[in-house]
């Protein structure tokens, strides 16, 4: 092939990166490039039911595949999916934002058309845009090759979203086929810095009578789950994650010391990471809903931060090491300190017996749900009570668990949900989400269920937004939702009866329908669990009078 459409120009691309799916809804600027997708080999389009919707999918898939890409309309289209966008941006998630937009001739002109404020600016939703995207092109004949290669690779390195606006009048127009695939870059190291900063630490490493790695979000982002096991292994010392980074180390293994949420985590975590004489921070972001409201106790001069493009010791910054590279550096340990303790393995609980006709209880809820997980599973976790009761509970080996502490945006995962399938359609899928949630993307379980996809669904229904009770107004009208009929709501979406549903209110009736869901692997489980509005983790209530006492000058914890 020695000439190309832009529009196909940039599918090989996308495809070269590992895209193999494309979410997004319709819109009358970018149904040529809609028609390229669908002749394209190896990729797919996936209609969603609004384009909110297909911004979380794109990001849920791209947790897992590595990037995602979502399409939509000018202006209307791209707003309404900007929430979803913003939230990638905030997370560090890699997602290719594709606006189909007026013509060239039309934006030149500026016609008053349709999708526009009828004031000839064309630019609005772009500015927009640019505040939640690490780069932005208007594509042309001219630009579209150079422009699309230098976003795709802005967009793995950086591991944020790109915005790329496809003119109606430009996704047809032909250029060069590109020569070579697509190189893409990771973050490099200078090679002096990286030698003084490996010394710097290796020092501290061999004179601190204690040790301890605390990993964040940014090891899955870049995939260096290995490598951050390779050094645990070699240092012999115990390893907590952040919620934000659960499962990126094996909850299984011998040095996990457990979940570090500040004082609102276990003690033994806790311990390994405040009392650390030196604490390895290995891609961390230390935010108010993965500290239990910032009460993380961490002196800076006993910490090394470790990021994907630099690092710190003791506050002294280290530019140009990459977190691969630094992680591979420290994987040759000095001889420990004399009297330095060995990690030891923290006991994980077991799955608590259910108690025929109990009522079920957020503390034993999440318990029993942790027992029906298995190896290899992805769990996706809503933010609020389902977010926080999943956090606390053992990962089998090998599980993935999918959340968003950050942006905590409602409604994020059931369509994030959707993404994860099509990333990694061998691997169980157990969303978690509560029935405020629920309620905000709804629609795309439709989705989910018109492609055939099977996963376990357990909506928590505690009558309204639990969580904001936590924070304020325990009875507030606000903080109330209608009451849905969620068994015939899975019907209506469901035309072929695939679905097993089933409503729960005490554990022997969950244990039966977790048990049903165990041995149905060839269609969609949708659990409803009902709950008393008032009843949350421990660690919901206490981080909701946290948030309370930040943002309205409540009494903290």
Known sequence: MTDCTIGEYL????????????????????????????????????????????????DGYARLNGIGAVVTTFSVGELSALNGIGGA????????????????????????VHHTAGDGDFTRAAKCAAQYTAGQALLGRDNAAEEIDRLLRLCWLEKRPVYLMLPADVAGQRIAAPKAPLALPEPSSDPAMLARFAADVRERLRAATSVAILAGPEVDRYRLGPQLLTLAEALGCPVATLSSAKGVFPETHDQFAGGYAGALGPPEARAAVEDAECLLAVGCQFTDAVTGGFTQRIEPARMVELHPSAASVGGTPYAHVA???????????????????????????????????????????????AGFLRPGDVVVAEQGTSYFGSAAQPLPRDCAFVGQPLWGSIGYTLPALLGTMLAAPDRRHVL????????????????????????????????????ERCILGEYAAYNTIGAWRYDRLVQAFDPHDRAVTAAVA??????????????????????????????????????????????????PV
């Not at 319709?26 to 080999?41: R, T």
Request: net charge negative; hydrophobic share 45%.
């Open 323 to 369: 977190l691969k590279d630094a992680l591979t550096a420290l994987a040759e340990p000095p001889e420990p300190a004399t009297g330095r303790e060995p990690a030891t393995h923290r006991r994980i609980p077991s799955s608590p017996e259910p108690r025929p006709g109990a009522p079920l209880l957020q503390e034993r809820f999440w318990p029993l749900i």
């Open 11 to 58: 599918l090989l691309r996308l495809r070269e990166t590992g895209v193999r799916h494309v979410f997004g809804v319709p819109g009358d600027y970018q149904l040529e490039f809609l028609d390229q997708i669908e002749a394209a080999d190896g990729i797919e389009w996936v209609g969603n039911c609004n384009e909110l919707n297909a911004a979380y999918a794109a």
């Open 89 to 112: 941006f905030a997370e560090r998630v890699p997602v290719v934002s594709i606006v189909g937009t007026p013509a060239t001739f039309v934006m030149r002109e500026r016609q008053l």
């Open 432 to 467: 978690c989400i509560g029935d405020g949630s629920f309620q905000l993307t709804a629609q795309e379980l439709a989705t989910v269920l018109r492609l055939g996809l099977n996963p376990v669904i357990v909506l928590v229904n505690n009558d309204g937004y639990t969580v």
């Open 506 to 555: 005490t554990e022997d009736q969950l244990a039966a329908a977790l048990d049903k869901a165990a041995a149905t692997r060839d269609r969609p489980v949708f659990i409803e669990a009902r709950m008393g509005r008032l009843d949350a983790p421990e660690s919901v209530v206490r981080i909701g009078k946290a948030f309370a006492g930040a943002d309205y000058h409540h009494a």
